[in-house]
């Protein structure tokens, strides 16, 4: 009995632990890291402030957490984007738009993850968030390379490289929300990338 | 008389505050942000610790005009490497092997001023520099598509792009020293940014 008791009392921690994550998620979506306080993101969760520190030690340990788990389903849905199509250009093109389609649909969050200045363990997360996304574009570079559709090139600079240009060319769009058309700006990204990889069309 | 003693006041004041810059600035290219503690800078400099908040209302602001400090003059190296050469191609060129030549032999500093995570106030102050250096490469990508080095391409997306493409691809040799060859590693880069932006050549 105490056994069944422990178990159940485990799944209702489970439970408001997501819950916490998941007000935490509304609140950056809504208004950046700012938005999400741990007062905030007790009232959105229904909770007692208190709560909070009994699942996450601190402020920070809170947010890092929030931000891995946002950007799980980001880099998730790049990895999926991949697994489409049969050349590394098309497999590219479709990582590249995914990536960009997911941020200017969600730019407050897609801003909050790529750029917003927040405490340095969120930055510790950004650093190996993008090393997961390193590795998705490294294979299909490697890909590329071997079907001889992109040019001989250092799979691991490149990959790397991908993922700042991708993360540092929407920081402005996703600031300037009037300024570029999806469309352009999405067109603009998937020409750069499959030049940078040397696509020989 | 009196307006004489303020000027030196002043004076006395501008080489006090400029002292503390240069023993942070020696200090973070020795152990990165995490080594420049007000009471570090205040020792290094030979200053008494309360010193410091006479100059700087706080830590993150000491460490934010740190990083300015240090950053400005990386800025003014790329700058000045476009000045040379007559090709937009060329000039290109020198930036990258400048911005990673520069990189590569002061790795803490460099990886401090890149990615050591840090006071939000940094990260504002690496959003404000990425934009000057994209502000460099916009030039200079126009300038290519004018002489016709360089394919069509909206210049601002691809500056930024190529300032995280060089930050980013980056970040990883600055951790693992003995992993690239410098030559290697800088030969790739000027040959992906000059994919990148389509040069013909």
Chains 1, 2 share one sequence.
């Not at 632990?17 to 935490?24: D, G, I, S, V």
């Not at 788990?69 to 489409?84: F, G, K, L, N, S």
């Not at 738009?97 to 941020?103: K, N, P």
């Amino acid at each position: 009995m105490a056994y069944r008791e422990t178990e159940h009392t485990l799944a209702k921690k489970a439970d408001t632990r997501l819950r916490l994550l998941k007000a935490a998620r509304r609140l950056v979506q809504q208004g950046g890291f700012a938005a999400a306080s741990a007062s905030a993101v007790a009232k959105e969760s229904g909770v007692a402030s208190g709560t909070i520190y009994r699942h996450f030690p601190n402020k920070s340990e809170l947010v890092a957490e929030v931000f891995r788990y946002a950007t799980e389903r980001e880099v998730a849905a790049v990895a999926q984007a991949c697994d489409c199509g049969e050349t590394a250009a098309d497999k590219l093109t479709a990582a590249v738009e995914t990536f960009a389609q997911r941020a200017l649909l969600g730019r407050t969050l897609a801003y909050a993850l790529i750029a917003e200045p927040v405490d340095p363990r969120v930055e510790q997360e950004r650093l190996r968030y993008r090393f997961a996304y390193a590795e998705i574009f490294e294979d299909v570079i490697a890909l590329g390379i071997q079907r001889g559709e992109f040019v001989a090139q250092n799979c691991q600079i490149t990959a790397a490289a991908l993922v700042g240009l991708l993360a540092e060319s929407l920081v402005g769009p996703l600031k300037k929300e009037h300024e570029y058309e999806h469309d352009d700006l999405i067109h603009s990204l998937t020409a750069l990338v499959l030049r940078a990889v040397g696509f020989k069309s």
